[in-house]
């Protein structure tokens, strides 16, 4: 799902781009405008009411979508399950959202909205490459058992 904001909502290829992909889209700012519709519980829900669910903040402004961005916070601590947050901007400070989305543990794809979008498929379910979590576990680096490194 995404969470898009205002300003980038205003942007018309950003509203072409996400015309053309089969994405759940909500506004963070402003009035909903088609294909996004208004921030609610239930519209919430496709990531809330499962084990799973992923959730991408697209260039949240904390000046513009800061009583959205507040309300969602409010939404997701109150759902079932836990999404993973992603925020996909090219400069991003976690520390101007509200204190309810400070505390969610988010990871940044640097990019701007319309090539977010514009990297979403077209075609199938409505899938979204989130970067893996990366790193190994500590029991492997202190052994040694790195790609090209021999164990001891």
Do not use: C, W, Y
């Not at 759940?24 to 519980?41: D, F, I, K, M, R």
């Not at 794809?109 to 893996?132: Q, T």
């Amino acid at each position: 799902m995404l969470a898009v904001g205002g300003r980038a909502l205003q942007d018309p290829s950003v509203l072409a781009e996400l015309r053309r992909r089969n994405v759940p889209t909500v506004a963070l700012g402003g009035e909903p405008v088609n294909p996004a519709q208004a921030l609610s519980a239930d519209t919430l829900a496709p990531v809330t009411r499962q084990q799973g669910g992923v959730l991408v903040l697209v260039e949240p402004e904390a000046g513009t979508d800061g009583r959205a961005l507040g309300e969602l916070g409010g939404l997701l601590k109150a759902g079932g399950h836990k999404p993973r947050v992603f925020v996909a901007a090219r400069a991003f400070n976690p520390f101007m959202l509200p204190m309810n989305m400070r505390l969610l543990k988010m990871q940044q794809i640097k990019a701007r909205a319309v090539d977010f979008v514009a990297s979403i498929s077209v075609e199938g379910p409505a899938m979204v490459e989130v970067p893996a979590e990366g790193g190994r576990d500590r029991k492997a680096r202190r052994r040694g058992d790195r790609e090209g490194r021999k164990p001891r």
